[in-house]
Nanobody, 123 residues
């Protein structure tokens, strides 16, 4: 059974940084793609970054150059380093996993989701 648990959210001022973590269980990293998403109140869910089982990565244009996705297979943990945060980055952030590839995951979402962690960026 796949379980994803996010942590690391919080409140930060504009220009600051946060590092989100997603502890995964039941995920075989050689098979699953994993990724980060966010959803702000009244807005659609947005795919931010996904990573394939082979380690290849894609980013949404909105976060390219500011956010970095990585994973530690030994610790079964996915990370999202977020730098130069802006008030418009305020949202609930979720990690997701799927057996399909990173493009499918980024554009369609995954079969498995965590409960989310709130990020609030003040100006």
């Amino acid at each position: 059974q796949v379980q994803l648990v996010e942590s690391g959210g919080g409140s930060v001022q504009a220009g600051g940084s946060l590092r989100l973590a997603c502890a995964a269980s039941g995920v075989t990293h050689s098979s699953y793609s994993m990724g980060w998403f966010r959803q702000a109140p009244g807005k659609k869910r947005e795919g931010l970054a996904t990573i394939d089982s082979d380690g290849s990565i894609i980013y949404a244009d909105s976060v390219k150059g500011r956010f970095t996705i990585s994973k530690d297979n030994a610790e079964n943990t996915l990370y999202l380093q977020m730098n130069s945060l802006k008030p418009e980055d305020t949202a609930m952030y979720y990690c997701a996993a799927d057996l399909r590839d990173k493009w499918w995951l980024l554009l369609r979402g995954g079969n498995y989701w965590g409960q989310g962690t709130q990020v609030t960026v003040s100006s």
